[in-house]
Each structure stands twice: as structure tokens, then as C-alpha cells.
């Protein structure tokens, strides 16, 4: 079954660093989004795409994160500067339309240090 | 408001005992999720809803539109089925945005 990847799995970055993540969704799938899980919480959605265009970026903390989708396929969601409380699992979830199942990757979880 | 509210919060039951978890929401909507997620592991989608009911394995989910309630069922719980379970709803007034709900953290003793 096709998955959505994710990378790297880990990361552990010094805060006022630059940090990246990427996602490759399932085939197909126009509908991309980007989720912060904090430990214990449930995700928050940061960003969201059709295709290439952003339609949900209300709670992306648009100062020092930034996420695009160029080609409407893969994503990269960066953080810079990196915060301590920015620590948390970062997951990338995919659909064919707003409608449909969700298939999330495995996350990247990154430790500011 | 767009809410979605799930019971219980914490649920343990020993092996091969009937697991019921409820999610209530508001207002119209055009879509429910149900999703797993395993400590530290990744979330799974286990049904997308909108009416009616669904059945994979041991896992059944149900739908009452009327009532703006849903029920996750699982018969002979065994413990590799402890995870948090998420409610998730798409509102069509919200952009349809998919708002989670808390989770039910469920843990099956052997």
C-alpha cells in the first residue's frame, strides 16, 4: 500500500538554527497537510495545501515557519529561527480531496536543544 | 461553536472485553474521522463516516446524524489495540477544516 514519507525521522537542533522537513504524499493526493503534535496533545493543523496553492495557513506561526509545495506533489515545512517549544512531532498527512481518508506519514520529531 | 467532544477521556478493560468510545459534535457536518494512534507511533485513519455504519475486523463505526453522534466499537479487545483513539469531524461551515477531538487514551490488560 502506498505511504506517505516523511524525513528525516529524527531531528535535534540548537533553537536560533534553521530546521527543514519533507514530505512526499501518496500519489495523487491534491490535498497535503502539515500537523505540530505536541507530547500528550492532539495535532494542530499548521498548514494546508491544494495542490500548490495554500487554502489553511491561519495557525502556521508565520514569522518563523514557512511551508510550500511547488510542484503540487512534495512539501517542505522549515523553521527559522528553531524555539525550545518548538519541539514536537511534525506530521504530514495526505488525501485525494477534503473529503476523503487521511493518510499520515510517520511524523519527524524534533528535539530543540 | 464547532466542537468535538469524546468519552470517555481514559478507558482500561481487560482482554476480550466490548470497547465503546463516543464523539458528540454540533452543527452540520460532511465528514467524521476515526484515527489510532500508538504510542509514538505514527496516526492511522480507521473510518471516514458520513452516514450509517462500517465494519473492518473487530473494528465497527457508527453514525447517528439526527443525535450529531458517533460510537467506535471494538469486540474482543486484545491489548495490542491500546492507542489513542481521535474523533476528528470536517464542518462545512468551517472551510472544511477538520476539527480533533481530545482522544480516549485505551489500555487492554492482558
Known amino acids: 500500500e502506498a505511504e506517505v514519507a516523511q524525513s528525516p525521522r529524527y531531528k535535534i537542533t540548537e533553537k536560533s538554527q534553521a530546521v527543514a522537513f519533507w514530505c512526499d504524499p501518496i500519489s495523487g493526493h491534491a490535498t497535503l497537510y502539515w500537523y505540530r503534535q505536541i507530547l500528550g496533545q492532539g495535532p494542530e493543523l499548521l498548514v494546508q495545501?491544494?495542490?500548490?496553492?495554500?487554502?489553511?495557513d491561519s495557525q502556521l506561526p508565520k514569522d518563523r515557519f514557512s511551508a510550500e509545495r511547488l510542484k503540487g506533489v512534495d512539501s517542505t515545512l522549515k523553521i527559522q529561527p528553531a524555539e525550545l517549544g518548538d519541539s514536537a512531532m511534525y506530521l504530514c498527512?495526505?488525501?485525494?480531496?477534503?473529503?476523503?481518508?487521511?493518510?499520515f506519514g510517520n511524523g519527524t520529531r524534533l528535539t530543540v536543544t | 461553536k464547532n466542537e468535538v467532544e469524546q468519552s470517555p477521556q481514559n478507558l482500561t478493560a481487560q482482554e476480550g472485553e466490548f470497547i465503546t468510545i463516543n464523539c458528540s459534535y454540533s452543527?452540520?457536518?460532511?465528514?467524521l474521522h476515526w484515527l489510532q494512534q500508538h504510542p509514538g507511533g505514527g496516526i492511522v485513519s480507521l473510518f471516514m463516516?458520513?452516514?450509517?455504519?462500517k465494519k473492518h475486523g473487530r473494528l465497527i463505526a457508527t453514525i447517528n446524524i439526527q443525535e450529531k453522534h458517533s460510537s467506535l466499537h471494538i469486540t474482543a479487545s486484545h491489548p495490542r489495540d491500546s492507542a489513542v483513539y481521535i474523533c476528528a469531524v470536517r464542518y462545512r461551515d468551517s472551510n472544511y477544516q477538520l476539527i480533533w477531538g481530545a482522544g480516549t487514551k485505551l489500555i487492554i490488560k492482558p
Open positions: 452543527v452540520g457536518i460532511s465528514a
Open positions: 463516516l458520513s452516514s450509517g455504519k
Open positions: 495545501f491544494q495542490d500548490e496553492s495554500v487554502v489553511d
Open positions: 498527512a495526505s488525501s485525494s480531496g477534503t473529503n476523503s481518508p487521511l493518510h
